[in-house]
């Protein structure tokens, strides 16, 4: 195997569009989310409805 091919392995801290932080492991040092844990509608159980008009007109 080769030497010093691998990226650093460093702690990262993830930034979610909602202001929720968290810290985990990455080679990029920040990451910045639309959407997270704390915020999904599956995770917090909240329904966001969104007014869909169908199919293009032809």
Request: charge should be positive; include cysteine.
């Amino acid at each position: 195997m080769k030497e010093k091919i691998h990226p650093k392995y460093m702690q990262a801290k993830i930034i979610c569009a909602c202001g929720r932080s968290y810290t985990t492991g990455s080679t990029k040092p920040e990451l910045h989310v639309e959407v997270c844990a704390g915020c999904h509608p599956f995770y917090t159980g909240t329904q966001h409805i969104l007014d869909a008009q169908g199919r293009v007109e032809r």
